[in-house]
């Protein structure tokens, strides 16, 4: 089976920078997302990763650990746009799961 | 990206009836779609894998007789809410793996929110 676990909330300040982290065990791995959700509105690709390492893509980075199943989200230079919900996704052979989801706030 | 549409956006309807919400891809053929649903400040549920020309793969507590998931062509699949009741209200999310692309990375429609009086 799969565990997928991330913090439920998250709050943060303009321009400032946040990490979303995300663990996860899963009997087959085929590489790691993170997407991002306002509300009422379907998900939107931020980022993927399948090897060990940091993928970096203008304010937004991923960072994956197989290893220890590990993975996180950071977010630079925060706007007040960037408050949504960020989802951590494992992908098996076949499917994809998702985590409950960070909420994250950005405040003034 | 690929292109995935839903049809409908959103839909209201009397409890007992039907609904059937449509999945495309538009430019790209999908032998494989994902059902999700979604409740309010919930992440998204996987319903069940539809496979094109086969029976769908069903998703453990997921009735696969109240949702009928039909995928006949490459590019479209059906998800049939049967007998909906109220607490089959949810947001109803598809997506889909374009083939072209190298990772997994799936292409989500944007949602039919269904709403059972």
């Known amino acids: 089976g799969q565990n997928i676990d991330q913090p439920t909330e998250m709050t943060a300040t303009e321009g400032a920078i946040v990490q979303i982290n995300c663990t996860y065990q899963?009997?087959?791995?085929?590489?790691l997302f993170w997407y991002q959700q306002h509300a009422g509105e379907a998900p939107t690709f931020l980022s993927y990763?399948?090897?060990?390492g940091l993928e970096e893509k203008g304010r937004f980075s991923s960072f994956l650990s197989r290893s220890k199943g590990y993975s996180y989200l950071l977010l630079k230079e925060l706007q007040m746009k960037d408050s949504a919900s960020y989802l951590c996704?494992?992908?098996?052979?076949?499917?994809?799961?998702f985590g409950a989801g960070t909420r994250l706030t950005v405040k003034p | 990206g690929a292109v995935v549409s839903q049809h409908p956006s959103w839909v209201i309807c009397k409890s007992g009836t039907s609904v059937k919400i449509e999945c495309r891809s538009l430019d790209f053929q999908a032998t494989t779609m994902f059902w999700y649903r979604q409740f309010p400040k919930q992440s998204l549920m996987l319903m069940a894998t539809s496979n094109e020309g086969s029976k769908a793969t069903y998703e453990q507590g997921v009735e696969k007789d109240k949702f009928l998931i039909n995928h006949a062509s490459l590019t479209l699949s059906t998800l049939t809410v049967t007998s909906a009741h109220p607490e089959d209200s949810s947001f109803y999310i598809c997506?889909?793996?374009?083939?072209?692309?190298?990772?997994?990375?799936?292409?989500f429609g944007p949602g039919t929110r269904l709403t059972v009086l």
């Open positions: 996704a494992v992908s098996g052979l076949n499917d994809m799961r």
């Open positions: 899963t009997s087959g791995f085929n590489g």
């Open positions: 997506s889909a793996r374009d083939p072209r692309e190298r990772n997994n990375e799936q292409f």
């Open positions: 990763n399948v090897l060990d």
